[in-house]
Every structure is written in C-alpha cells, then in structure tokens.
C-alpha cells in the first residue's frame, strides 16, 4: 500500500546555482547516474565534507583488511588447539595453551575492531549523505517555483510530492551503495581471492570466480526482468497519492455533490493496480533470493568437498579447512549484499528518474544572463501592441495597448474572457507575450530580473489562497522582516485587525488548508494586509473586495485608495461601481480595447460601457426589490452601486 502523502535550482546537464551539483538528462539514465552523483560524494568547496569522505573510505579499507585476517586467525587458532589436544595434559603444565588463548583472543579482537571501524564509517559519513539528501531536496524545491504558471496549472501536486520524496531517498541509497556496499564487497572478493590463491590451490579461486560470475549474471538477468514491476508500483503509487491529495483538497465539493462513494472507487482502482504491481514485484524477488542461495549453497559445497579431499591427503590442516569455510561464509554475505544491493541501485535509479525528469523540465520565463533589477523611478506601466495566446490556436489579447501613467490609477473591465486577468498574470510575467512590449518606466520587462520586478508590484487576487498558518504569518509573508507593529497595521487599513484580536488566538489564528477557515471576505481582507504590508510602488487589484459586504467594501475601498495614494495603481474590475473615479477606464472585449476614458465620458459616448453599466443598474435594482419583498431592508434607489458581476 503506498506510504503517507508527503513533499529548482539548475537543470540536469547544464548545472545549477553556484556550487549546485549539475544534473543529467534522463536519456540514458542508469550510465550517467553515478557521474551525476559525484558532486555530491566530493561536494565542492566543502572542504570538511570531503574530509569525511576521504576518512570514510580509509575506515572502509581498514576495516576490510581486518576481516580478511579474522579467518586466518580462526585458522591459527583451530590449529593451535589441535596440536595442543595432541600433547594431552602436559600442555597445561608447559605453558603451551597461552598461544591459542592469545589466537582467539587476536580472532576476538579484530571481529570487534572491524565493527567497530565499520560504526565510525558510517558515522562519519551520516553528514555528508545528509547534506547531499538537503542540496537536492532544496535543488528540487527551487526548480518547482522557477517552472512558468502553465506547468503549475497543469501539475499534479500529490504526484510531485511523492517524485521529490522518492527521488532524495534515491540519491541517499545510492551514496551509501556506491561507497560502502559495491566498492568494499569488490575489495573484500579480491583480498580472499588472492589469499586463497596464494595459501592454498588456484582452484579455489577459480571456484570463487566462477561462483561471482554466475551470482552477478543470475542476479542483474532477473533484476531487470522485475524492474517493470517496480516501475509500475511507483507509477501506480504517485496515481494514488495524487487522486488522494486532490480529492481532499476538495474536500466540501466532494460533499456537495455526496461523491465520496465515487472518490474512494477511483482511490482504490490506483490502490488495486499498485497492489497486483507489489504482488508481483514480492514473488519475483522470492525467487530471486531462492536462485541466489542455491548458487551459494553449490559454491560453498563444492570448496568445502575441496577442502576435505586436501585434509584427507594431508596438503591441508583442520585449520586450513576451517578457514577456507570460514572465508565462504564471509563472503557470502557480501554476496548476498550483492545482490540485494543491485537491486537496490535498479530501484533507486527508477525512484530517481520521476524527480530527475522532473528537473529536466526546462523553464519557459526564465531571466536574460545578467539581467539588471528593475529600477522603478515613477512606475508607469506601458503595454504597447501586446499580443498573447495560451494555445497558439485560440488568441487572447490582440494588439492591446495603453499606459498607467506613474501615480494614476487606470481600471480594466469588460467580459468574461476578455482577457482582463491575463493582463495582471503578463504584468507578473508569469508568461512571455507573444509580440509587442511590456514596459515599467521605459524598460521592457524581459529584460529585468523576475525577482526585482514581482518585488515592485503588490497584487490583491480575487481568487485568495491561504497558507495553511496563523493569520500573522499570511499576513507577514508579504515582507517577511517586518515588526509585529507594522503587521498590525497593515491588518487595520484592512479592515481585519479588530476581527483578529477578537478571536481566541488572535494572529495565531491558523487558517486551515488554503485558508478554508476563514470566509471569503475574511480571506480576502487578509490578501490586502498582506499587499499593503509589501509596500509595492505599483499597485494590482483584480476585483479586490468581490467577496465583501457593501459597509466593508467602502470602508476597504477608502483604505485601499489611502494605501495605494500617489502610486501607480491598475484595477481589474467586474463590479463596475469600484472604478467610478478612476483616471482612466479601459474596456476590454474579445482581447481588444474597444473604449477608453472617464467614468463619466463612457457613460456619454453610450457605448459598451454604458451598456454594462446599465445591465449591472437594472440587475442591482432586481436584487433590491427582491430583498424589499422579503421585508429585510428599506428599498434603495434605483442609481444605486450595482453589484452583480457582468
């Protein structure tokens, strides 16, 4: 069953940040693992981690040497003994039992000191294989929020998650392997080799030899063979963790519509499929691990019928042939690690290649080399023959122009679909357009920096999602260094600090998931502190108090027209009485301007304005009567600020 649903820098290939280890492309992966995997074993610049790598190793060594003596001590011993069982009691008396005594105490002391060696290894080298688990853990993190707003819109969030869970612990697997697995069972089958060759018949070693081939080429033909099975649990475990994870994130609308029947029988489809997957990968492994014993078992059987047959003809002493069997037993536990550490580099490869891949996507708005911050002097902001299509079949603006002199304020309204919000997502440049100029005081901003530019425009989105926090650390998140003052009164122009205070744990207050706590309005008072806390020199508000009651919404309006006095300030509106006393109103329809001017003057030239503006009269005028008929409230006149969204 799949675990707990948990969660760039530089690409693969062409490197990162300063000091980040580079990354490889997917295509052939498996060859190109291990060289991508090297900066992270001898990080750069960090002289104490390699340090500990370097001491690693030493230990590593040390450590193999000591175990290739503890037979050989066994073997001395054992002799030892036998010839000390052939004096008979006047041994005692001689004194000759000190030197089996010393040869097990010497067996006994190197089993202790490789152990011991062994501990040191890995505690020396725990900071390095987590360092390396934090670099490419935050690699990855940096990577997902440099991606452009399309590969967001289209991500599975529970699928990432998991990629980027399963792709750090891969990278720490696969260190440990490759340093304390692979290279010490190499050194230690080359130290018994040569022993066995040098102290006794070359027809042990050859036995060995044969025995590793075989072993190696059993264990890499079925490993493959199982790898589709692996492959297939993890596509189907990602399934379910993202099914999961989206289904509780819309959570009230499961509710609404009662389909939590429905949500579960899609979860369980991904869970039955991962389960035939893990069925199927666990009796593959069964049978692998039987395979590899019966290999051992026929090599051990073989050396040990060797071994006799040269005890029998007296080339070989009782101690030879216990430490011929001694090293079989020794070595088949690297063996064994063998082939369970092969498998585990084919299954730290796969749990790699979703993130590696993930890393691979390359950045659609990314900073020219060198790009300059933006220096904001007024803050006029100028679009100018701005043409942009999400699909290239279905154009959305088509030649839009017009300019927010500094310290104005200019509204953009019109229809669904209009493209008024693609406007503020361009200004952000979560996207490129496709021709024309987008300009802040004269500079075009591809060629300013993404950070400097979002640092100097505050946005209050209609949609408003919270972090999962205490109110003051939404709040705080708009100018993270600011005192607990400055956050009190960004929630007062708000209109939100009486509310918080009121509440059991004030700014403690958490929000819930993508604040599901609050209401509507109450999230979007919050989004307001937040932008206000930031200070921007430009100022975006897209239907910033749709979700208010009309006393809030003056009072907020009257905040937000204090906060934002003197600064260049553009407004996506759909409730066209927000935008009454705007300097200038543009009319967006079908991505074009279709009129411009004041409030006023649209309203005289009878046009699209005056037309939306009629519609929204008469559908406020309706909703008046119908609250009037229900006795609720006194009827207002019909030139009232009309509230329904065109």
Known sequence: MPRGMGMGGGRFGGGGRSGEPPVMPVTGFEGRAVRALIPYLWPKGQLELRLRVVAAIV??????????????????????????????????????????????????????????????RDLIFAK???????????????????????????????????????????????????????????????????????????????????????????TVMMTEWRRQFRREMNR???????????SLLNYETVKYFGNEEHEAERYDDALRRYEHAAIKSKTTLSLLNIGQ???????????????GYGVAAGTMTIGDFVAVNAY??????????LGVVYREVIQSLIDMES????????????????????????????????????????????????????????????????GK??????????????????????????????????????????????????????????????????????????QISDFVRALPDGYNTVVGERGLKLSGGEKQRVAIARTVLKRPRIFLFD??????????????????????????????????STVVDADQIIVLDDGKVVERGRHTDLLSQGGRYAAMWRRQLESSAKAQLALDGQGTQQRAPVASAPAAAE
């Open 128 to 218: 390095v294989a987590q360092r390396s688990m934090r670099r490419v853990a935050l690699q990855a993190f940096r990577h997902l929020h440099a991606l452009s707003l399309r590969f967001h819109l289209d991500r599975q969030t529970g699928g990432l998650s998991r990629a980027i869970e399963r792709g750090t612990n891969g990278i720490d697997q696969l260190l440990r392997i490759l340093l304390f697995n692979i290279l010490p069972t190499l050194v230690e089958l080359a130290l018994v080799i040569g022993i066995l060759w040098v102290m006794y018949s070359g027809w042990f070693s050859v036995v060995i030899v044969a025995l590793i081939v075989t072993y190696v080429a059993f």
């Open 328 to 337: 079989l037993i020794q070595l088949s536990i690297p063996l064994n690690w």
């Open 293 to 307: 014993g019966v290999l051992i078992a026929c090599g051990l059987t073989t050396m040990m019928v060797m071994a």
């Open 236 to 246: 189907t475990e990602q399934e379910a963790s993202t099914r999961a994870v989206d």
């Open 59 to 120: 230990l590593l060594l040390a450590a193999k040497v000591v175990s290739v003596y503890v037979p050989l001590a066994y073997k001395y011993a054992v002799d030892a003994l036998t010839a000390l069982a052939k004096q008979g009691p006047e041994a005692v008396a001689l004194g000759i039992v000190a030197v089996p005594v010393a040869l097990i105490l010497a067996y006994g002391t190197l089993r202790v000191g490789g152990m011991t060696m062994a501990e040191l």
């Open 543 to 576: 239907e910033a108090t749709s979700s208010l009651d009309t006393h809030t919404e003056k009072e907020i309006q009257r905040s937000l027209r204090e906060v934002s006095a003197n600064r260049t300030t553009l407004v996506i509106a759909h409730r066209l």
């Open 421 to 494: 919000s693609t406007i503020s997502r361009l200004l952000f440049r979560f996207y490129d357009i496709d021709e024309g100029r987008i300009t802040i005081d004269g500079q075009d901003i591809r060629d300013v920096s993404q950070s400097s530019l979002r640092a100097a425009i505050g946005i209050v989105p209609q949609d408003t999602v919270l972090f999962n926090d205490s109110i003051f650390y939404n709040i705080n998140f708009g100018r993270p260094q600011s005192t607990n003052d400055e956050v009190d009164e960004a929630a007062r122009l708000a």
């Open 355 to 418: 993130m590696f891949a993930l890393l691979e996507v390359a950045q659609e708005v990314a900073d020219k080399p060198g790009a300059p911050a933006l220096a904001v002097r007024g803050g006029t902001v100028r679009f100018d023959n701005v043409h942009f299509s999400y699909d290239p079949r279905r154009p959305i603006l088509k030649g839009v122009s017009f300019e927010v002199p500094a310290g104005s304020t200019v509204a953009i309204v019109g229809p669904t679909g209009a």
